[in-house]
């Protein structure tokens, strides 16, 4: 139970201003500007929207900002600002087979037409601090090459062409939405994936490399990764036609895994997704992983009881905020609590205390 | 509907092109036309969120990824031709200029507006896209198998 209590406002004033000095820092050290976040510490932005479901890099990284870096905290108030938006509607889902994508690799085909295309990634650096850049922050000289021109297709749609995968079914136009109803159990695979893209990163990878390790098995291939720009396109009712409302930047994660079949259906594979806000590898990949291994029911497989199947324990801790926000809440005034606590821990000793000596004295 | 029959396509692409743009981009070449044509408000410009929505499997039943924050704005000139502007972003300004564009190219200003704004817009994008899709492509990998040395 948490009682209100007065009281400590001089004292929540003067940490809040010390809370703001302590964020700026020293002064004899240039101020961080919001624009210098978004264009530098774009990953962290790009984490941000992601977990606080906003896409604007402006805000994403004033919150950084005032959070002082506590990314749990920055997207907290991208969640809180969110809900401030009114709804102008719901966008036609982005596609992401016209996506002008930055890169895009596959692990499964070698010779994949538009090519494997690595894009600016830490993959095959060595992991070694680099101190110049502590020095001097000057871009590096860039190698440009003939723009690709043609269609980037799914590595998924040859796989799909030969009936080797399994097909995915159509749904609502309009899927449920857990920021307006309350998450509820069975969720849809709409849901589900909704919860995952806006689940904590750490939480998602923590589930994903779980299955990797044999709890639920399902061993994945990324059959596909790409990151890069795509349309969003909104249907505008005193237009009477559909525009494009802005483009996003997005990451996607196709995993094919193993088998499925029966006697009268010749064995496919099936597959996994991740679609996640932003330059989000590691949470795409996760997501993919999480998504297949949740869809144990629907795809006639076995329960084997593994943490990554069960979508009441995913589902209901994926989310950094309710979790933060729970947990956090222990370290506020609870003195009515603790206080009852104490009188009957008191009264439990003085019992027992009272049966010692009684049995002492027969 | 077919690109070529769909009445709505030019009006479709020049109203994408201002929302991607961005709003310094969209305000300057709007300023630098010394525009100020008579409307009246019919929508004051205001910030929303859009819910944005993907597809399970890239091809599948969709579900909703996230928002993203959209401002907008309605103007109508004195001959009674509305304007629309839905443009990415918080920026009021750019709904606003957006939604005069959109208005004024349903008028006999369509030829200097394409010319001063949209045509530059459009090149900028281009531009943009362009100097990134190279560079992508200086990183597409060329694979070589390595010749086994058996005989």
Same mark, same amino acid.
């Given at each position: 139970?948490?009682?209100?209590?007065?009281?400590?406002?001089?004292?929540?004033?003067?940490?809040?201003?010390?809370?703001?000095?302590?964020?700026?820092?020293?002064?004899?050290?240039?101020?961080?500007?919001?624009? %210098?976040?978004?264009?530098?510490?774009?990953?962290?932005?790009?984490?941000?929207?992601?977990?606080?479901?906003?896409?604007?890099?402006?805000?994403?990284?004033?919150?950084? =900002? %005032?959070?002082?870096?506590?990314?749990?905290?920055?997207?907290?108030?991208?969640?809180?600002?969110?809900?401030?938006?009114?709804?102008?509607?719901?966008?036609?889902?982005?596609?992401?087979?016209?996506?002008?994508?930055?890169?895009?690799?596959?692990?499964?085909?070698?010779?994949?037409?538009?090519?494997?295309?690595?894009?600016?990634?830490?993959?095959?650096?060595?992991?070694?601090?680099?101190?110049?850049? #502590?020095?001097?922050?000057?871009?590096?000289?860039?190698?440009?090459?003939?723009?690709?021109?043609?269609?980037?297709?799914?590595?998924?749609?040859?796989?799909?062409?030969?009936?080797?995968? %399994?097909?995915?079914?159509?749904?609502?136009?309009?899927?449920?939405?857990?920021?307006?109803?309350?998450?509820?159990?069975?969720?849809?695979?709409?849901?589900?994936?909704?919860?995952?893209?806006?689940?904590?990163?750490?939480?998602?990878?923590?589930?994903?490399?779980?299955?990797?390790?044999?709890?639920?098995?399902?061993?994945?291939?990324?059959?596909?990764?790409?990151?890069?720009?795509?349309?969003?396109?909104?249907?505008?009712?005193?237009?009477?036609?559909?525009?494009?409302?802005?483009?996003?930047?997005?990451?996607?994660?196709?995993?094919?895994?193993?088998?499925?079949?029966? =006697?009268?259906?010749?064995?496919?594979?099936?597959?996994?997704?991740?679609?996640?806000?932003?330059?989000?590898?590691? =949470?795409?990949?996760?997501?993919?992983?999480?998504?297949?291994?949740?869809?144990?029911?629907?795809?006639?497989?076995?329960?084997?009881?593994?943490? #990554?199947?069960?979508?009441?324990?995913?589902?209901?801790?994926?989310?950094?905020? %309710?979790?933060?926000?729970?947990?956090?809440?222990?370290?506020?005034?609870?003195?009515?609590?603790?206080?009852?606590?104490?009188?009957?821990?008191?009264?439990?000793?003085?019992?027992?205390?009272?049966?010692?000596?009684?049995?002492?004295?027969? | 509907?077919?690109?070529?029959?769909?009445?709505?396509? /030019?009006?479709?692409?020049?109203?994408?092109?201002?929302?991607? *743009?961005?709003?310094?981009?969209?305000?300057?070449?709007?300023?630098?036309?010394?525009?100020?044509?008579?409307?009246?408000?019919?929508? *004051?410009?205001?910030?929303?969120?859009?819910?944005?929505?993907?597809? /399970?499997?890239? +091809?599948?039943?969709?579900?909703?990824?996230?928002?993203?924050?959209?401002?907008?704005?309605? +103007?109508?000139?004195?001959?009674?031709?509305?304007?629309?502007?839905?443009?990415?972003?918080?920026?009021?300004?750019?709904?606003?200029?957006?939604?005069?564009?959109? /208005?004024?190219?349903?008028?006999?200003?369509?030829?200097?507006?394409?010319?001063?704004?949209? /045509?530059?817009?459009?090149?900028?994008?281009?531009?943009?896209?362009?100097?990134?899709?190279?560079?992508?492509?200086?990183?597409?990998?060329?694979?070589?198998?390595?010749?086994?040395?058996?005989?």
């Amino acid at each position: 139970m948490y009682v209100a209590v007065k009281g400590g406002e001089r004292a929540i004033d003067n940490a809040h201003a010390w809370l703001a000095e302590e964020r700026r820092g020293d002064l004899d050290v240039p101020e961080l500007s919001v624009a %210098q976040i978004r264009e530098q510490m774009t990953l962290a932005v790009n984490r941000v929207m992601a977990e606080g479901s906003l896409y604007d890099p402006n805000l994403a990284a004033l919150a950084i =900002k %005032q959070a002082r870096g506590d990314l749990i905290e920055a997207i907290f108030l991208i969640r809180a600002y969110r809900t401030t938006l009114p709804r102008f509607g719901g966008s036609n889902p982005v596609e992401t087979e016209t996506m002008q994508c930055e890169r895009r690799v596959s692990a499964t085909f070698k010779d994949a037409p538009g090519g494997q295309v690595l894009g600016p990634t830490f993959d095959y650096t060595h992991r070694l601090l680099d101190f110049k850049l #502590a020095a001097d922050g000057d871009a590096a000289d860039v190698a440009v090459s003939e723009p690709h021109r043609g269609a980037t297709p799914h590595i998924m749609s040859f796989l799909d062409r030969e009936d080797l995968i %399994q097909t995915e079914p159509a749904g609502d136009d309009v899927p449920d939405d857990l920021t307006r109803t309350p998450l509820e159990l069975p969720a849809s695979r709409a849901l589900r994936l909704q919860s995952l893209t806006r689940g904590d990163e750490g939480f998602i990878l923590g589930m994903a490399y779980s299955t990797q390790r044999g709890y639920a098995r399902n061993h994945a291939f990324v059959a596909e990764l790409r990151i890069g720009s795509v349309a969003v396109e909104m249907d505008i009712p005193e237009l009477g036609f559909a525009i494009e409302i802005g483009e996003i930047t997005v990451t996607e994660c196709e995993t094919v895994n193993q088998f499925q079949g029966s =006697k009268t259906q010749p064995p496919q594979f099936t597959r996994g997704y991740g679609l996640v806000f932003g330059m989000t590898e590691r =949470k795409a990949i996760s997501m993919a992983l999480v998504d297949r291994a949740l869809r144990w029911k629907e795809l006639g497989e076995d329960n084997l009881g593994a943490p #990554a199947q069960d979508e009441e324990f995913v589902l209901y801790h994926s989310d950094n905020i %309710q979790a933060t926000g729970f947990l956090e809440h222990i370290k506020l005034p609870h003195y009515v609590d603790f206080q009852s606590e104490l009188e009957l821990i008191r009264k439990l000793r003085r019992e027992a205390h009272d049966t010692i000596s009684r049995e002492a004295a027969e | 509907m077919s690109v070529m029959t769909d009445p709505n396509t /030019a009006r479709k692409e020049w109203l994408g092109l201002l929302a991607k *743009s961005s709003a310094p981009e969209v305000a300057k070449l709007w300023l630098a036309m010394e525009l100020d044509p008579h409307h009246t408000i019919l929508r *004051s410009p205001e910030i929303g969120g859009v819910m944005v929505r993907g597809r /399970a499997g890239a +091809v599948g039943a969709a579900f909703n990824l996230g928002e993203m924050t959209v401002t907008r704005a309605s +103007v109508k000139l004195p001959d009674g031709t509305v304007g629309h502007g839905y443009v990415q972003g918080r920026d009021k300004e750019h709904a606003l200029q957006a939604a005069l564009v959109d /208005a004024l190219m349903q008028t006999d200003a369509a030829g200097a507006i394409e010319a001063g704004i949209l /045509a530059p817009l459009r090149a900028a994008m281009q531009a943009r896209k362009t100097n990134r899709a190279a560079k992508a492509a200086a990183t597409k990998v060329d694979f070589f198998t390595m010749v086994r040395g058996e005989d």
